[in-house]
């Protein structure tokens, strides 16, 4: 059901059934005027960063830019949007429907890797979630085979693959879009910009 019409990004997230059970509640909520006073605050945050040029940080905001101007050609995101045409409710989310994410930048063997903040917004203080993922050890083949042989009989040849999905996180489709959208600065326009996930962003809980 979650794949055809979107999984929670934010708020209630319904337990699966699949991972480990763990409790995390809630502790914040927005209202519409809450979205609308943070945009304003992250937009102040952002140009007061990008004031700031030294060598180090315009490097990482040009990265960055950069990076999600990519994503953006590959489909994982679309924009650049301003903040009036997401407050439209044709063009974008309609006025405190929607609550941005400031995006950043870190630096890993030498390439930037994008990480949206989703803690500093508020959005993981505002998720409830009842599971948390286990990684599969590497005894999990084993077991499963077991499991098979048990079933058929006798042993079960098996094949085990560990291939990993490009973006995989960007791929799950999205029930509620105006709550994964990121801020980003322009670097050419010299303004803060604004993008859709339909998918996740990395930094949600």
Partial sequence: EC??????PV????????????????????????NDAWTSKLSTRIQKLSEDVNGERAKTMWAVWEKTLAEEKK????GPFSRSQLDNSVTG???GKWRPIGR??????????????????????ATTTHETIVCSGPDFPVRAACEF???HGKPVMMWCGMDDLE????RVP?????????????????????FKLPGFNFGLV
């Fill in 104 to 125: 950043n930048g870190i630096w890993q063997n030498g390439k930037c890797r994008c990480v949206d903040d989703a803690a500093i917004s508020g959005h993981n203080a």
């Fill in 149 to 151: 042989a048990k079933l």
């Fill in 75 to 78: 489909g994982y995101c679309m």
């Fill in 3 to 8: 794949f055809l019409h979107g999984f929670a």
């Fill in 167 to 170: 973006a995989a996180y960007r």
């Fill in 93 to 95: 989310y309609g006025w």
């Fill in 174 to 194: 999205n029930a509620n879009p105006g709550y994964t959208v990121v801020a980003v600065w322009n670097p050419v326009d010299k303004k803060v910009v604004y």
């Fill in 11 to 34: 708020f209630e997230c319904p337990d699966s059934g699949t991972w480990k059970p763990q409790e995390k509640k809630a502790t914040e909520g927005f209202s519409r005027a809450d």
